[in-house]
C-alpha cells in the first residue's frame, strides 16, 4: 500500500503536498550544484535602476526619451535585439501637447500664428509616436503580461499570435490559459518587430523554476519574451512543434519546439503545461547590467553594445520586479529572461518529457517491491545498508540523467518511499521482534539464559514446546555427602549456602549456552540442544562441566571465611537421543527431558564418588567430542542396565595438558590393560609407580583394594572387565 501512495502522488492522482516541496528542494540543490557560475556577454541588461531615476526622474519616463535610447542603441551602438521587460500601456501626454490642442480648438482657435507653429510642433510632441516611429524597422521586441484577474481591464493590443485560434482543436496539449492581458498601446506594438509574454510559472511554494514558451489567450497561442526575442534574433522563423507520437500506446503528446535558422536547429523542450525549465546561471549578476542613463548620455564605450542583445528592466526596489528563485529569495524578473534566452542559444535546457512520469512509477515500482520483499529478510544493519544504497542509487540514476542527459527525474517520492518502507520495517520488526521476545523468555527465561533468548527471537521458527526427539547432552551435578552438610546447619544458612554455590554453577551452565531443566534440592540438571539446536551440545556441556568444578574450588576459601564445609561435587555427563519439550500434567507442564540417556547421565554423577574423581562422561559423550584428553576410568554396567559401557574422565582440552599428565595417563592406561588380562602384579606395580606420581589420586588406591580383592576372590575366566553397580 505504500507503494502504491507515492506511485499515485507520481502518476498525479493526487498530490503530496510534503512530496512536492522536497521534490522542489532536489531540484533547487540539484540546479545550484551544477550552474557554470560564469558571465554571458552576450546579453546586456540595461537597468532602469537607482541612478538612472535619479537622472532621469520616476518611471515612467516620457517617450521622447526611449526614442532616443533607441536611436542611441541601434545608430551609435549597433546592438542585434532589444526586448522591453516592460509594459506601455497608458498614452504619454507628458509632452504637453494635449493642452495645446485644447487650446488651440478653443480661446486660440482663431489665432493663426498659434494655429501654424502648433501644426509645426505637433509632430515633435507626438511622443508615442515618435517611439513608435523610432521601433519601427528594428528587432524591437515589446512584453506584456497576461493575466485571470476578472476584475482588470484589458489594456492595449496583443501582437499576431504564434497559432492562430483553433490551431490546437482537439490536441491533448495542456496549454497554460490566461483570460486577460495588459499590453502595448496600438501603434507602439503594430510598429514593433514582435512581442512576448513576460509571465513565468510561479510554484506552490512561490518560486520561479519554469516560463511557459507558449500560452493560450483568447483563443490564440503566444511566445514568451525570450522566444520572441530568439526568433527576432534569428530573424523570426516560425516556431514548429516538435510531438511525440507512440502508435502502439496511442501515446501522442508535445515535447518540444524547434526553431530553424542559419543551417541550424535550435530545439526547446517544453513539459505537460509548455514550460521549459529555467536554466540559471548563478547568482544575480551573471549577465552585465548597465544603467539606461549611462546610454541614454554616451557614458558607455560603443564597442561594449556591439551585437549585443539587450534587455531593458529594472532592478530598483519600487518598481516591484524581483521573484523568488532556487538560487536567490530576491532576484531580478529581467535575469529569468536572460537566463531563458541564454539557454536556448546554449541549447542546454533541462527537460521532463511526458515519459519521465512513466519512468518515475517503473522505477517507485522497482525498488518499492524489492524492498518489500527483501527489507523483512535481513538484520537491521543490512537493512540500514540497503536501504543506504537504494538511496544512493536513486540520487546517482537522476544525478547522471541530470548532468548527461539534461533530463529532470523526480527523486522526491523514491526518497520518502525508501526512507518509510525502512522505517516501517524497522518498526514492525522491533514490534514483532519485542513481542516474539516477550513471548520466548515467557516460556524459556526461566530455563535458559538472556543470549540465548535473543536468539532464539530471531530464529522463533526455530523453537517450539511441543515434545520432539533430539541428539542432545545432559548433565546432572550434585553435592556430595550433602545430608552430612544440612544437618550441621540452620535453616537460614543452609538457604544461604545454596545461593551461594548454585547461583554461579547456573552461570557457568548459561555462559556455555546450556538449559538448566531444574534444581533438585542440592542438584542441577542441564542439557544442551534444545530449545535452539546446537551442533557442539557435547562439548559445551563438558566445559561447563569442567568450569564448574573449577568455579567451585575458587568459592571455598570464601566458604571457610563463613564458616561453612568444603564443597564438592560430583558431575555426569551423558550424549544420545532424548525426548524434550512440554512434559507433565493438566495440573503443572514443564519443559524437559526424558530417556534412557538421561538415566544415565544421573548414573555417571552417582558413580563419581566410586572413583575419587569429579566428571564422568558416557561413551556416546567421548566418541562425540575429540578435542579434550580423556582417562578412561573402567568399564561398568549400572543399575537399570545390562549393556556395559566405557565411563571417561575429560582431564582438559588436548591443547592444555602438559607432557607429564600425558605420559601419567598413559601408565594408567597401560595398568587398565594389564588389570582386565588379571595380571594382578604387573597391574599392580604399575598402580605405585602411579601412586608415587600423583598420591592424591583417589583413582590409583580404589584400583589397589580391587586388585587385592580379586586376588582373594578371583573373577571367573571369562570376566571381561566389567564392573557391576548394584545401586545407584
Given at each position: ?496 549456602l545454596m545461593n551461594e554455590f548454585l547461583t554461579p554453577l547456573s552461570r557457568v551452565v548459561y555462559k556455555h549456552r546450556g538449559t538448566i531443566d531444574k534444581y533438585m534440592g542440592d542438584c542441577i540438571m542441564a542439557f544442551w540442544g534444545a530449545p535452539l539446536p546446537d551442533g557442539n551440545h557435547a562439548k559445551n556441556a563438558i566445559l561447563a562441566g569442567i568450569e564448574m568444578q573449577l568455579t567451585l574450588k575458587n568459592l571455598q576459601a570464601h566458604f571457610k571465611e563463613r564458616g ?165
Amino acid at each position: 500500500m505504500l507503494v502504491l501512495l507515492f506511485v499515485g502522488n507520481a502518476a498525479n492522482f493526487y498530490r503530496l503536498s510534503l512530496v512536492d516541496r522536497l521534490s522542489a528542494i532536489v531540484y533547487d540543490y540539484r540546479l545550484r550544484i551544477s550552474m557554470p557560475r560564469t558571465l554571458d556577454d552576450r546579453i546586456v541588461i540595461l537597468d532602469i535602476d537607482e541612478k538612472s531615476l535619479k537622472e532621469e526622474g520616476r518611471w515612467p519616463w516620457s517617450r521622447n526619451h526611449l526614442a532616443a535610447l533607441m536611436d542611441q542603441l541601434f545608430d551609435r551602438y549597433k546592438v542585434d535585439v532589444v526586448g522591453f521587460d516592460v509594459v506601455f500601456a497608458e498614452r504619454d501626454n507628458s509632452s504637453g501637447l494635449d493642452v495645446l490642442q485644447k487650446l488651440g480648438q478653443g480661446q486660440l482657435k482663431s489665432d493663426q500664428a498659434f494655429q501654424l507653429a502648433l501644426d509645426q510642433i505637433a509632430p515633435q510632441l507626438e511622443y508615442d509616436q515618435l517611439f513608435a516611429e523610432k521601433i519601427k524597422g528594428r528587432k524591437v521586441v515589446l512584453g506584456y503580461y497576461l493575466t485571470n484577474q476578472k476584475s482588470q481591464s484589458e489594456s492595449g493590443m496583443l501582437p499576431p499570435p504564434a497559432f492562430p485560434a483553433g490551431a490546437f482543436k482537439g490536441s491533448l496539449v495542456a496549454f497554460t490559459t490566461w483570460n486577460g492581458y495588459g499590453a502595448n498601446l496600438p501603434e507602439l506594438q503594430s510598429a514593433a518587430y514582435s512581442g512576448g509574454h513576460f509571465n513565468p510559472l510561479v510554484d506552490s511554494d512561490g518560486v520561479v523554476r519554469r516560463v511557459p514558451m507558449l500560452v493560450e489567450c483568447k483563443g490564440g497561442y503566444y511566445p514568451s519574451l525570450s522566444l520572441a526575442m530568439v526568433q527576432a534574433m534569428l530573424g523570426q522563423p516560425k516556431i514548429v512543434l516538435g510531438m511525440a507520437e507512440d502508435k502502439s500506446s496511442g501515446y501522442a503528446g508535445l515535447e518540444w519546439l524547434e526553431l530553424f535558422a542559419g543551417g541550424r536547429t535550435y530545439k526547446i523542450p517544453v513539459d505537460q503545461d509548455v514550460a521549459s525549465f529555467i536554466p540559471y546561471r548563478g547568482r544575480q549578476g551573471s549577465f552585465r547590467y548597465i544603467s539606461i542613463s549611462d546610454v541614454l548620455h554616451e557614458r558607455v564605450d560603443a564597442e561594449a553594445l556591439r551585437g549585443k542583445i539587450i534587455l531593458v528592466g529594472t532592478t530598483a526596489p519600487g518598481l516591484l520586479d524581483m521573484r523568488s528563485t532556487p538560487v536567490s529569495e530576491v532576484y531580478p524578473g529581467v535575469e529569468v529572461h536572460a537566463n531563458m534566452i541564454a539557454g536556448i542559444l546554449d541549447q542546454n535546457l533541462k527537460q521532463q518529457p511526458a515519459y519521465m512520469l512513466g519512468a518515475e512509477v517503473l522505477w517507485l515500482l522497482l525498488i518499492g517491491i524489492t524492498l518489500s520483499v527483501v527489507l523483512p529478510l535481513l538484520t537491521p544493519m543490512r537493512a540500514i545498508l540497503a536501504s543506504v544504497f537504494v538511496f544512493a542509487l536513486s540520487q546517482a540514476l537522476t544525478l547522471g540523467i541530470w548532468q548527461y542527459a539534461d533530463l529532470v527525474m523526480p527523486i522526491a517520492n523514491s526518497l520518502v518511499m525508501v526512507a518509510l518502507l525502512f522505517a516501517l520495517n524497522m518498526s514492525y520488526g522491533y514490534f514483532v521482534e519485542s513481542r516474539t521476545k516477550r513471548q520466548i523468555t515467557n516460556l524459556f527465561g526461566q530455563y535458559v539464559p538472556s543470549e540465548l533468548v535473543d536468539e532464539m527471537s530471531k530464529r522463533p521458527d526455530s523453537v517450539s514446546m511441543v515434545g520432539e526427539s533430539r541428539e542432545m547432552t545432559v548433565l546432572f551435578s550434585d553435592v556430595r555427602g550433602f545430608t552430612t552438610i544440612s544437618e550441621g546447619l540452620d535453616p537460614k544458612e543452609l538457604s544461604m549456602l545454596m545461593n551461594e554455590f548454585l547461583t554461579p554453577l547456573s552461570r557457568v551452565v548459561y555462559k556455555h549456552r546450556g538449559t538448566i531443566d531444574k534444581y533438585m534440592g542440592d542438584c542441577i540438571m542441564a542439557f544442551w540442544g534444545a530449545p535452539l539446536p546446537d551442533g557442539n551440545h557435547a562439548k559445551n556441556a563438558i566445559l561447563a562441566g569442567i568450569e564448574m568444578q573449577l568455579t567451585l574450588k575458587n568459592l571455598q576459601a570464601h566458604f571457610k571465611e563463613r564458616g561453612w564445609p568444603l564443597i564438592k561435587i560430583g558431575v555426569g555427563i551423558n550424549s544420545g537421543r532424548v525426548s524434550v519439550g512440554n512434559m507433565g500434567s493438566e495440573v503443572r507442564v514443564a519443559y524437559t527431558v526424558m530417556g534412557d540417556e538421561v538415566n544415565l547421565a544421573s548414573r555417571l554423577e552417582g558413580i563419581t564418588k566410586q572413583y575419587g574423581v569429579g566428571i564422568i562422561v558416557g561413551e556416546n559423550t567421548r566418541n562425540t567430542v575429540s578435542d579434550f584428553v580423556y582417562r578412561e576410568l573402567d568399564h561398568v554396567r549400572v543399575k537399570g542396565k545390562d549393556k556395559p559401557i566405557a565411563i571417561y574422565e575429560p582431564l582438559g582440552l588436548q591443547s592444555e595438558i602438559d607432557k607429564s599428565t600425558l605420559e601419567e595417563l598413559k601408565l594408567f592406561h597401560e595398568m587398565r590393560r594389564l588389570y582386565i588380562k588379571q595380571n594382578w602384579e604387573q597391574a599392580e606395580l604399575q598402580l605405585m609407580n602411579l601412586q608415587r606420581i600423583s598420591p592424591e589420586t583417589e583413582l590409583y588406591e580404589i584400583y589397589m583394594d580391587r586388585i587385592a580383592h580379586f586376588r582373594k576372590s578371583p573373577p571367573p575366566s571369562d570376566w571381561d572387565g566389567v564392573f557391576v553397580f548394584e545401586t545407584k
